[in-house]
């Protein structure tokens, strides 16, 4: 990612050297993008170390990001030079009037106290309180996820007999959640803590979900305002040696220390750390920045306000619908087209690995490089034009035990750009799929007479491809494959039950062609 960050932050010149790309304040200028704001509070002893690893993590992904570091005016940190906090820290002061896209709380090295013993502890509830109403996105990391779940929702930390010191392997409970798109079915992540939360604890809270956790570990991360607080009580953003620095800092002061679990080759101090988190951890962020940053704030960010806490409205298969523009109906299937009157829902969808799937997670893997190619910047721009401005629908293949129906515009071009529909039970029509179908490829004739505008653009179909039901497995088309076995146009005389004269006179009226 093009993630904007003072000139002189010591994180830029040493992530240059591992190739991690990062934009200077002065070139972030030249682009004509309204990049993410985030905040990084930043509660870490070493500070330049846990602004690279965060930077570096954040690093991965198209999106633009300009972070500001946040300082507390009630605390001064001990182990960063004094001049680098006057030159890159902002007081929350100076702040607290604005919006955030997104905030990120790192750990501290506190877990012996209680909470309220914390020197800065009513500073932290301030800005606590204050993400609720100015940031779209919170993550809290370690001893802040504990802080924050105790602030919030009451939940207690309790302390552990020794140190959960190392790299452990946890599962997924939500795996079709959009936090962990792209991740295995069992994955790695570091622990450095002396406390816990409770499972039972978390489970009695109404509004608090548990998406992951270690059999060894326990908790790793809780969700709660449907994914606008995520808390991950481990340190996926830790570098390579960050768990050997710890060990040996431990070691050199006497403090009862085990050798970090699964960490090192063969579990051999003399050997070096065994990565085997760095690829999930990517994911992680990358998917937090997309999924509940980016898709979910506000282009205006003014307007970012505290959204009640009921439920995101979810597909047929529990799967969250994308909004834009605040709402998540992208346009509407009229009842004069002879199908089911209903709204046009883009959902998150799922890819499976076989390249089956439905929504944007399928639109994104086959043809999101297709769309941004044609000028699109994103799937969900390309799916509400064309939702909102079809001038055809074909009848696609059947997937399953439902039908398929392409909407069709064409483009300057003469390209025919698609999306595919389909319905379980009528109360909406589900976006399974979406593409461009080149000039000069034969998408197939329908069966009756096509009804068009003269004046009305022309939007094309490469055909039908899956279903919107994630749990059946349906074959998938190229983007010059064949065209559906019988493929019609709505509207025409003994379909829709209206002649072409009547559906003339609706282009007349309504502009658009069925």
Same mark, same amino acid.
């Given at each position: ?68 570091? $946040? ?28 919006? !955030?896209?997104?905030?990120?709380? &790192? ?24 993400? +609720? ?64 939360? +409770? ?19 326990? $908790? ?46 063969? #579990? ?37 306000? @505290? ?9 047929? #298969? ?21 199908? &089911? ?12 690995? #076989? ?9 994104? +893997? ?9 000028? !699109? ?77 003269? #004046? ?30 019988? @493929? ?27």
């Amino acid at each position: 990612m093009p993630i904007n960050i003072p000139d002189r932050l010591p994180a830029v010149e040493l992530l240059k050297k591992e190739n991690i790309f990062v934009m200077g304040a002065m070139r972030a200028l030249k682009q004509d993008i309204r990049a993410l704001r985030l905040a990084l509070l930043n509660l870490m002893p070493l500070k330049i170390d846990t602004e690279t690893d965060l930077v570096r993590v954040l690093s991965n992904s198209p999106l633009q990001v300009e972070l500001d570091l $946040i300082g507390l005016k009630s605390h001064t940190s001990k182990n960063t030079p004094i001049e680098h906090i006057r030159e890159f820290y902002i007081d929350f002061d100076e702040i607290k009037d604005q919006k !955030y896209d997104g905030i990120i709380v &790192t750990g501290a090295p506190l877990g012996h106290l209680n909470f309220e013993d914390v020197t800065y502890w009513e500073e932290l509830t301030r800005i606590l309180d204050w993400a +609720k109403t100015h940031v779209t996105a919170s993550m809290f990391i370690c001893w802040s996820a504990q802080a924050a779940l105790y602030h919030y929702y009451g939940i207690k930390k309790y302390p552990l007999e020794k140190k959960m010191f190392g790299i452990f392997e946890h599962t997924l409970n939500a795996p079709l959640n959009p936090l962990f798109r792209g991740f295995d079915d069992v994955f790695y992540a570091p622990h450095s803590r002396h406390t816990e939360i +409770k499972k039972e604890d978390i489970e009695k809270m109404p509004g608090l979900d548990i998406l992951s956790e270690s059999g060894e570990a326990g $908790i790793y991360i809780v969700s709660a305002r449907e994914g606008r607080e995520i808390f991950i009580t481990g340190h996926a953003e830790y570098a390579p040696e960050t768990l050997d620095s710890e060990y040996k800092r431990d070691l050199a002061k006497k403090l009862p220390i085990e050798v970090p679990r699964n960490y090192y080759k063969d #579990n051999n101090p003399d050997n070096p750390p065994l990565v085997r988190w760095r690829s999930h951890a990517n994911l992680l962020f990358q998917n937090w920045l997309n999924y509940f940053v980016y898709q979910i704030t506000p282009y205006h960010i003014g307007t970012i306000a @505290e959204i009640p806490a009921e439920k995101r409205e979810l597909d047929d #298969n529990d799967i969250p619908f994308i909004s834009i523009n605040g709402g998540i109906d992208l346009g509407t299937i009229r009842a004069e087209t002879g199908l &089911t009157e209903a709204p046009i829902r883009l959902s998150e969808g799922v890819e499976y690995s #076989n390249g089956k799937g439905y929504g944007i997670a399928h639109i994104e +893997k086959e043809h999101g490089v297709q769309i941004r190619n044609a000028g !699109y910047s994103s799937i969900e721009e390309f799916v509400a034009k064309i939702a909102s401005s079809y001038t055809t629908i074909r009848r696609g293949n059947e997937r399953g035990e439902h039908e398929t129906y392409l909407l069709e515009v064409t483009d300057e071009h003469n390209n025919t750009l698609f999306v595919e529909l389909s319905s379980n039970d009528g109360s909406y029509w589900n976006v399974n799929s979406a593409g461009i179908f080149r000039v000069g490829v034969n998408h197939g004739t329908s069966k009756g007479a096509t009804v068009t505008s003269g #004046n009305s653009p022309q939007i094309g179909s490469k055909g039908s491809e899956n279903n919107s039901n994630a749990k059946q497995e349906e074959a998938n088309t190229e983007d010059t494959a064949t065209p559906p076995a019988e @493929e019609r146009t709505i509207g025409a005389e003994g379909a829709a039950g209206i002649t072409a004269q009547d559906a003339e006179r609706l282009i007349a009226a309504n502009g658009q062609a069925y």
